[in-house]
T-cell receptor, first 119, second 114 residues
Framework: DTGVSQNPRHKITKRGQNVTFRCDPI?????LYWYRQTLGQGPEFLTY????????KSRLLSDRFSAERPKGSFSTLEIQRTEQGDSAMYLC?????????????????FGPGTRLTVL | SQKIEQNSEALNIQEGKTATLTCNYT??????LQWYRQDPGRGPVFLLLIRENEKEKRKERLKVTFDTTLKQSLFHITASQPADSATYLC?????????????FGTGTQLKVEL
């Protein structure tokens, strides 16, 4: 399968615990995005990487959240001291930067998501 | 900041009819607009991208229009089938820079009934 993969698919944790999610993008894609989606809402942008550089972080991303993409390939998203409000679907997407707005390579391909439930 | 509005109420139509979903946006002029499909418990799947200089784009039974004056995109599914039942999301890139991060609408749930 050459699509975006995410692990785990589901995570149940107790409030105050730390969790880490992994995303493996499409291999030739240089951009990687993290989004969060709650029930009845569209995905909300959290952060994105161009290769290994984290270029933007949303103000939604509190200090308890950290993301890495150490070698410009897979990425991890860690949430420390989880809160019930962190319960959501965490989506990863990747794309190939064409340098041209609206070009065919600006399409973002999403993974299946990691469903986090904080008890 | 940019704002995107999609009908929050579900759209129920009969099989074989054309479904039309609306996406309205305010506060800027995007270079392009995208439509995604999302099934329950799954990530969004890209369907179509339409650029600001394109009025209409088609792909099989799908058609998207983009009216930059009205700040509106319409998404049509012709000859709809029960398998088309899903939530459809429109998404816009940032006004400047931003690495093509997308801002999504809340989505419209489509139900195609036999």
């Amino acid at each position: 399968d050459t699509g975006v993969s995410q692990n785990p698919r589901h995570k149940i944790t107790k409030r105050g615990q730390n969790v880490t999610f992994r995303c493996d993008p499409i291999s030739e894609h240089n951009r990687l995005y993290w989004y969060r989606q709650t029930l009845g809402q569209g995905p909300e942008f959290l952060t994105y990487f161009q290769n290994e550089a984290q270029l933007e972080k949303s103000r939604l991303l509190s200090d308890r959240f950290s993301a890495e993409r150490p070698k410009g390939s897979f990425s991890t998203l860690e949430i420390q001291r989880t809160e019930q409000g962190d319960s959501a679907m965490y989506l990863c997407a990747s794309s190939l930067d064409s340098g041209l707005a609206g070009g065919p390579r600006d399409t973002q391909y999403f993974g299946p998501g990691t469903r986090l439930t904080v008890l | 900041s940019q704002k995107i509005e999609q009908n929050s109420e579900a759209l129920n139509i009969q099989e074989g009819k054309t479904a039309t979903l609306t996406c309205n946006y305010t506060n800027y002029s995007p270079a392009y607009l995208q439509w995604y499909r999302q099934d329950p418990g799954r990530g969004p799947v890209f369907l179509l991208l339409i650029r600001e200089n394109e009025k209409e784009k088609r792909k099989e039974r799908l058609k998207v229009t983009f009216d930059t004056t009205l700040k509106q995109s319409l998404f049509h599914i012709t000859a709809s089938q029960p398998a088309d039942s899903a939530t459809y999301l429109c998404a816009l890139p940032p006004a400047t820079g931003g690495g093509n991060k997308l801002t999504f609408g809340t989505g419209t749930q489509l139900k195609v009934e036999l």
